[in-house]
């Protein structure tokens, strides 16, 4: 058997892109991969992404994204969750609120798309994946922002089922919600933002089903998590706006080594 | 219209010795009402402190209030009341919600969606407020609430110096039997983690500032909130319906501001604006023979501070505002008028109205 690798994605694996990813055409995979390339070469932080191919001799296994800078191409919205205190000490009272305030505070940061895998990728294939990426930004990291994030999907599955959706996002935009791509990001995620409140709003407004789902993520990342936490990635209150699911973050250079 | 009872029915200041019978009043009166709370003390106060404010020379608004009695001449019984405080919120402020529409557009979507807010404010803060109406439900069919609440307005127009410019009454929202609002179960139980009933209580006795700063600060997205409460918002107890058309019928405005606790509805409108302020007549009396039961339904008021009296009663009013309004000595003695002195009148329905 031969060896596990990871190297850039090159021309030469568009069609095996396209059998891995599905949802897409070969135009598309030509201009993710074009990009992708651009990306690589770029000596400053670009809003362009680079693709990490894991491959076992010719045979793709998985890839991942790794954006230098993310959001400034369309506004990358998110939720802070936060807390006021109501406080009297006359009426001895002391009540805490969360609040979800609307902003685009990752703008500008490093993003770490989700990985795509084939079923037959080893167990090792997302560490691979995760290491080369953070090897890319240790290597070089002016090159990159000097925080680093990671959107996990939050609970549910697509907008019908996630409750952080059906308690908040759809009554502000009622159409159907594409779902999320991690080499083709939909546009609408970024428009739907500009539907949102503006106005901070008290999470204790929201049904409990939603207010549960606030920060949680998708049981489907647990793995992905658990490297991105080895790695120094953590929740620190970003959430993203459709579905309520944590946004992890590190500094660059608090990064630390995953374990293969 | 349902003429006026033979019997006759007098608004004057309250009293001091008026309190067991506001005492009662406030006890049969709906929960909501929030200024007529059922506590003999508190009465006793509100009573003290609006004696000060009839006897005091006033030539600004501040923290007067004016508490009114609705009496039967014939058994002595109070029938109703009604108040006026003259600086909404004197001291501190009076909050308020104020409805609002935001507007969510993305041009990409092609989507521009209203969204309904509610935005804590402090806009009536030192306006004049109508408080306390209570009725006895004996009445309700009949012309009497209408002198009940307008007669403050004949007062204010004699005493404009004494009130603000802009004049606010605040209407109870629904709540079920037990008095629980879908309002504030959706909204300040969330935040104090008490009951509608519980809420009232404790601002009761206190400037209802001091609840309302604990309150959510931040504007309320309408859509977010459960659909009973949504309906709930602008909506009248039923209780309310009585002095609330009363007070659209003279012109307060109703859809920008309601109330914090329960969202009903809470009208406002520049007092020169309200009907009974442009039509009433200011006329000298003299006096003849008995009331003339073939004239116009009118208010008629004194224009005293202390010895405000008013009351309906037909007449027949001069074409011309030099001549004089003749009263049968009945009225001229109700309303403590001499001959000579002058009345404000204002007919019970606008011209054009059946009457």
Same mark, same amino acid.
């Given at each position: 058997m031969s060896k596990l690798q990871v190297r850039a994605i090159a021309p030469q694996d568009t069609a095996a892109f396209l059998a891995l990813h599905g949802n897409c055409n070969e135009a598309q995979v030509s201009g993710l991969l074009a990009a992708s390339q651009r990306a690589f070469a770029c000596a400053s932080p670009t809003a362009e992404m680079r693709v990490f191919a894991l491959l076992r001799g010719n045979q793709l296994l998985g890839a991942a994204g790794l954006i230098?800078?993310?959001?400034?191409e369309l506004p990358r919205y998110s939720f802070r969750s936060g807390q006021v205190v109501h406080a009297s000490a006359e009426m001895g009272m002391f009540k805490r609120a969360c609040t979800l305030v609307l902003g685009n505070d990752l703008t500008g940061a490093a993003e770490l798309r989700l990985p795509q895998l084939a079923a037959d990728a080893p167990p090792e294939a997302l560490a691979l994946l995760l290491q080369a990426q953070l090897n890319e930004v240790l290597a /070089?990291? /002016?090159?990159?922002?000097t925080t680093l994030i990671c959107e996990l999907p939050g609970q549910g599955d697509g907008d019908q089922a996630s409750p952080f959706w059906q308690g908040l996002g759809r009554h502000f935009y009622s159409g159907p919600l594409p779902p999320d791509d991690a080499f083709f990001p939909p546009a609408l995620r970024s428009h739907i933002g500009r539907l949102l409140p503006k106005h901070p709003l008290y999470s204790s407004f929201l049904p409990e089903t939603a207010q549960a789902a606030l920060g949680q993520a998708n049981a489907s990342c647990t793995p992905w998590a658990a490297l991105l936490h080895q790695a120094g990635l953590r929740a620190r209150g970003q959430l993203s706006i459709v579905d309520g699911g944590p946004v992890l973050e590190a500094a660059v250079d608090e990064l630390r080594p995953v374990e293969t | 219209m349902i003429a006026p009872t033979p019997e006759r029915l007098l608004f004057r200041p309250g009293r001091l010795s008026d309190l067991p019978q506001i005492e009662r009043i406030a006890a049969a009166s709906a929960i909501g009402i929030g200024s007529l709370p059922p506590d003999r003390e508190r009465l006793y106060d509100k009573l003290r402190m609006s004696s000060h404010a009839f006897g005091a020379e006033v030539d600004v608004s501040g923290e007067e209030i004016y508490f009114f009695v609705l009496e039967?001449?014939?058994?002595?019984? $109070?029938m109703g009341t009604s108040g006026i405080a *003259?600086? *909404? @919120?004197? @001291?501190d402020r009076f909050y308020s919600y104020r409805n609002e529409l935001i507007v969510h557009a993305s041009a990409e979507l092609g989507v521009a969606n209203k969204i309904h807010t509610l935005h804590l404010c402090h806009d009536l803060t030192g306006a004049s407020l109508l408080t306390s109406f209570y009725i006895d439900p004996a009445l309700? !069919? @009949?012309?009497w609430p209408q002198l009940l609440s307008r007669a403050r307005l004949l007062f204010m127009a004699e005493h404009p110096q004494r009130f603000a410019a802009r004049l606010a009454a605040e209407s109870p929202g629904p709540c079920d039997a037990a008095g629980h609002s879908p309002f504030w179960a959706a909204v300040g139980e969330r935040f104090f983690g008490i009951d509608y009933p519980q809420a009232e209580r404790l601002a009761g006795g206190r400037s209802k500032s001091f609840i309302a700063e604990l309150m959510p600060q931040y504007p309320i997205y309408v859509p977010l909130l459960p659909p009973d409460a949504q309906l709930a918002i602008g909506q009248l107890h039923e209780s309310a319906e009585l002095p609330f058309k009363i007070l659209l019928d003279e012109g307060f405005e109703a859809d920008t501001y309601v109330d914090l606790f329960d969202a009903g509805p809470t009208v406002e409108a520049p $007092? !020169?604006? $309200?009907r009974s302020l442009r039509h009433n007549r200011r006329l000298r009396v003299s006096r003849g023979a008995d009331e003339n039961t073939s004239g116009q339904s009118c208010l008629i008021a004194n224009t005293q501070t202390q010895a405000f009296r008013a009351t309906l009663a037909r007449l027949s009013l001069p074409p011309d505002d030099g001549q004089d309004l003749v009263l049968p000595l009945e009225l001229l003695e109700l309303l403590e008028l001499s001959v000579g002195d002058e009345v404000r009148v204002v007919p019970l329905h606008p011209e054009g109205s059946p009457s």
């Open positions: 230098a800078s993310t959001g400034l /070089q990291p /002016q090159r990159f922002a | 039967d001449l014939q058994t002595g019984q $109070l *003259a600086s *909404a @919120g004197f @001291g309700e !069919a @009949g012309p $007092l !020169a604006q $309200l």
